[in-house]
């Protein structure tokens, strides 16, 4: 035993009652016949060690004491402030990398843009900045309890026993929540993504349950997925099927069920790792290039406030509270202006002439430009679009749905640029 213990005195005692000049001692007792059936005690002492003991009338005591290892029973751990999750940089203190962070707030006013694809180098604040996108993200209604997000006003993004109940007439509680960001991580399984059998209602209740997957979580919200380019094809085929329908269907065990499944999919990675499959790029309303800071001034702004959020992360979260502040209030007035936004007749033509000149597959294109120029103009505080802003958007738009000529040495958005102003003049 005291092998097992380290440094540990072992006494044999009888039973007395300690003085209170006696060393502070923890005591149990290990029945002499362990072998007899009945219920166990478990008794513990200092290293967190169980001893299972049944009381009989043959029992020994040990007594253990250890310096190391007495507390004065008035010492109390102290106090650790912590929050309520894992602090994420603020948005408001990226340095540079305007095309990603606009990109990135103009999904957020208008989710039906399509999502954002960002490539560049490693350890150029991809991920950090679409985790600092959290914090920006406004409020929804949706269903109380309900595990799809469902939107109480649009029959459309409703899960079906929460159509059943609205079309019964019944009373649907409703609450309000920020917008969810789901992490897509490489590893996960197709179960998980997509749903699965409830195993413990399967086992304690004998019934089939659906027990929903990341994809449910992410309805109505952004899924993100880092480094996409290195997805499993399978994964990459669900996605697909999601983007493309709305809607997850999932056949498993004799069960057969449909959910909303609508969100902004959110893809980074390195392009040196692979490409991604053309499919799955089409999917992405938006592609934002990043790449490494070369001004040697700015390097330095941004080293020192990594390092300043690393050394205190609640202060200096608070130190960009009222920047932050600002840039919710910006994105909450342009989503609820975003209807009253309009585009000209002639604008939609010069962008589709673009589009048809670049020799854009499909018009997915033509669509997302419009709304995102539309979303640009919200931002801005403006009703109507401008040429600027559908000059600033189209690149972002079109430069990954180009047709890409292995002889071209020209990056594919100054293309589209080129061709911009001969359409526009």
């Known amino acids: ?107 957020v006013i208008d989710p039906k843009i399509g999502g954002v694809m960002i490539m560049g180098d490693r350890g150029t604040g991809k991920s950090t900045t679409v985790r600092s996108l959290t914090d920006l993200l406004p409020e929804i209604k949706v269903v109380a309890g309900d595990p799809f997000n469902s939107d109480p006003e649009d029959p459309e993004l409703m899960g079906v026993e929460v159509r059943e109940k609205a079309l019964r007439g019944e009373d649907i509680s409703v609450v309000m929540t920020k917008i969810n960001m789901v992490d897509l991580p490489l590893g996960a399984t197709e179960d998980r993504v997509c749903g699965t059998i409830d195993i413990e209602k399967a086992l304690t209740e004998g019934i089939k349950a659906f027990e929903p997957g990341l994809l449910a979580k992410a309805n109505r919200g952004i899924l993100y997925v880092d480094e996409v380019n290195l997805l499993d094809d399978h994964l990459v085929d669900v996605l697909l099927d999601s983007a493309a329908s709305g809607w997850n269907t999932v056949e498993r065990e004799g069960i057969s069920i449909s959910h909303p499944a609508r969100f902004i999919l959110i893809g980074s990675g390195n392009p040196e790792e692979g490409e991604l499959r053309p499919q799955l790029l089409d999917r992405f309303g938006m592609h934002a290039q990043v790449g490494t800071v070369k001004d040697a001034e700015l390097r330095v702004k941004i080293v020192e406030e990594r390092g300043s959020f690393d050394k205190n992360p609640k202060e200096f979260r608070s130190s ?106």
Not at 361 to 385: E, F, Q, W
């Open 320 to 425: 960009y509270k009222e920047e932050q502040e600002k840039l919710t209030t910006q994105i909450s007035s342009a989503r609820s202006m975003l209807s009253s936004v309009q585009i000209d007749h002639e604008l939609r033509v010069k962008i589709s002439k673009v589009c048809a000149e670049l020799n854009v597959d499909g018009l997915r294109g033509d669509i997302v430009t419009n709304r995102a120029a539309k979303a640009l103009a919200a931002l801005k505080g403006r009703d109507k679009v401008t040429t600027e802003d559908i000059a600033t958007v189209i690149p972002n738009c079109l430069r990954h749905r180009l047709r890409k000529d292995p002889l071209e040495s020209i990056d594919s958005g100054l293309l589209v640029i080129e061709k911009f102003y001969e359409v526009f003049g």
């Open 1 to 107: 035993m005291a092998g097992l213990l380290g440094s540990s005195s072992t006494t044999f005692f009888s039973s007395r009652t300690l003085s209170s000049s006696s060393p502070k001692l923890s005591s149990f007792t290990i029945s002499t016949n362990p072998v007899v059936s009945g219920k166990f005690n478990w008794r513990k002492f200092y290293g967190g060690i169980g001893i299972p003991v049944k009381k009989s009338r043959s029992q020994l005591q040990f007594s253990i004491s250890n310096v190391a290892t007495e507390i004065n029973a008035t010492e109390k751990a102290p106090k650790v402030a912590t929050e309520s999750q894992r602090p994420v940089f603020p948005f408001a203190a990226i340095v540079g990398q305007d095309e990603m962070k606009l990109c990135l707030l103009l999904n």
